[in-house]
Nanobody, 123 residues
Framework: QVQLVESGGGLVQAEGSLRLSCAAS????????MGWFRQAPGKEREFVAV????????YYADSVKGRFTISRDNAKNTVYLQMNRLKPEDTAVYYC????????????????WGQGTQVTVSS
């Protein structure tokens, strides 16, 4: 298990940008693939992006492709989500999560979760 803490959320106008960070505890961070998920009020949690343990592979939900970028710094035990050209429909609580699988996009395959950070995009 790894402990995760997200930060960087806030209120931003449409077409603006935010960068989320997720700091992980423990010395085994580099063994995990990391994902970002989000949950809007009244909606189910949805996959946003995932990055492999090395950072060499990434995958995005269609809704964010071309606007969001996931990256990681294993030396700092941190994964990032750069969000550009934000839209009101991106408003949600964003969670980072860790999986020991090589690659995963379903939430049930992630064993460790952060507490979430709120992102609100105004029109």
């Amino acid at each position: 298990q790894v402990q995760l803490v997200e930060s960087g959320g806030g209120l931003v106008q449409a077409e603006g940008s935010l960068r989320l960070s997720c700091a992980a505890s423990g010395r085994t961070f580099s063994r995990y693939s990391m994902g970002w998920f989000r949950q809007a009020p009244g909606k189910e949690r949805e996959f946003v992006a995932v990055i492999s343990w090395s950072g060499g592979s990434t995958y995005y939900a269609d809704s964010v492709k071309g606007r969001f970028t996931i990256s990681r710094d294993n030396a700092k035990n941190t994964v990032y989500l750069q969000m550009n050209r934000l839209k009101p429909e991106d408003t949600a609580v964003y969670y980072c999560a860790a999986t020991s699988l090589t690659f995963a996009t379903m939430g049930k395959n992630f064993g460790s979760w952060g507490q979430g950070t709120q992102v609100t995009v105004s029109s």
